[in-house]
């Protein structure tokens, strides 16, 4: 397989069974997005379309996904942003970065938080690492 470049937004009331290249599927009823991964490796892509997850916009040059998409557990490990169709190569994230960006998803998804209640989050994460 080889890389693809763009990505055409194709809507869909169910994903189907075998994803083709160049193609991102989109199910308003699943409120998922999947396309095969853009660097031709072959593993299928899922961006839940959810508000602590992923964003889809659309418009007329092409679908726009946001966050970018990280494939860190797959193989690859490719790192890309979906904007207008287009497929804009991000660098490689660090396993230290890696760990940052899924800690701050995991805050995000709990919601606000009063700041006594950060405050006291950030002195256990703090505690915790100088009893490392």
Known sequence: MT??????????ENIPELLEDGILYVSR???VAMHNCACGC???VSTP???????LILDDG???IWPSIGNHDYNCGSHYIIR??????????SRKQIKAGRAYDRLHKRGRQTLP??????????????LR
């Open 117 to 130: 209640q950060a405050a006291m989050a950030w002195v256990r994460r703090l505690w915790a690492a100088l």
């Open 49 to 55: 379309l959810v508000r602590t997850e992923y964003e």
């Open 3 to 12: 890389r693809v470049t763009h990505l055409a937004a194709v809507f869909v």
């Open 62 to 64: 092409g679908p726009s």
């Open 84 to 93: 207008s169709g287009k497929i804009i190569w991000a660098g490689k994230m």
């Open 29 to 31: 009823e699943c409120r």
């Open 42 to 44: 072959g593993e299928e």
